[in-house]
């Protein structure tokens, strides 16, 4: 058995790549707008020559994009994502007691799920977030004034500042500086693969299931 194992595909990957790419524009052209500098280009604005307001709105634009993809074309990934973000195991409270201790020394409870429980509570919160991010930054566009402009306005600036830290958590996580996750960056990069080490350690409910199904599929061809 080879010592890597491969736990996304490439169409996931870049899914994946233009999501955080437009979240990551919105974030730095929100959080410049929320600052008061609109009068004032960002980095990004002056490199491209378009104003922070026009790139905000043309990144959200791009979202809403994304999430009507993720919808249809590939709805069957998308409930695949929803089962496994809303299932509840038994030890998954545990789980969470070890988990800030466990995410410096790498000893995980075990867990089955594709996605151990803190990546499910985060995954739920996120799409609820970055949903509400849309919808209130679609209708923005829509209304001019009045008390329903000023009331999308606050639920979209505390849809960002509830958002942020958590992206940022979830960039901490990934990136594979916390000793407990070192490695877990290349489940979703440079071609997907992770050694398996790693996905034992992280996921082993999936490795084991993932096991299975490989040889499931060889004992079927041979």
């Given at each position: ?31 410049w707008l929320v600052a008061g500098r609109e009068g004032e280009p960002s980095p990004l604005a ?177």
């Open positions: 058995m080879t010592g890597t194992v491969r736990r996304y595909s490439r169409r996931t990957r870049w899914f994946h790549a233009g999501t955080y790419v437009t979240v990551l524009v919105l974030l730095g052209t929100g959080w002056r490199a491209t020559g378009v104003a922070d307001t026009t790139i905000h709105t043309y990144a959200g634009w791009a979202l809403a994009a994304l999430s009507a993809l993720a919808v249809t074309v590939g709805a069957r990934a998308a409930r695949t994502f929803l089962a496994e973000s809303v299932r509840v195991d038994r030890g998954d409270a545990r789980w969470f007691v070890r988990w800030p201790a466990a995410a410096f020394t790498g000893r995980f409870p075990y867990h089955a799920g594709h996605f151990d429980p803190g990546q499910r509570a985060a995954n739920l919160l996120l799409v609820a977030l970055l949903a509400t991010l849309v919808g209130t930054g679609v209708a923005l566009t829509l209304v001019t004034g009045g008390p329903g402009f000023v009331w999308l306005a606050r639920l979209h600036r505390w849809s960002t500042y509830l958002v942020t830290p958590l992206i940022a958590g979830h960039v901490l996580i990934a990136s594979g500086v916390l000793p407990g996750y070192r490695g877990v960056g290349r489940a979703m990069h440079l071609g997907g693969r992770l050694r398996r080490d790693v996905a034992r350690r992280v996921w082993p409910g999936w490795l084991a299931r993932h096991d299975a199904a490989d040889a499931d599929r060889r004992e079927r061809v041979g």
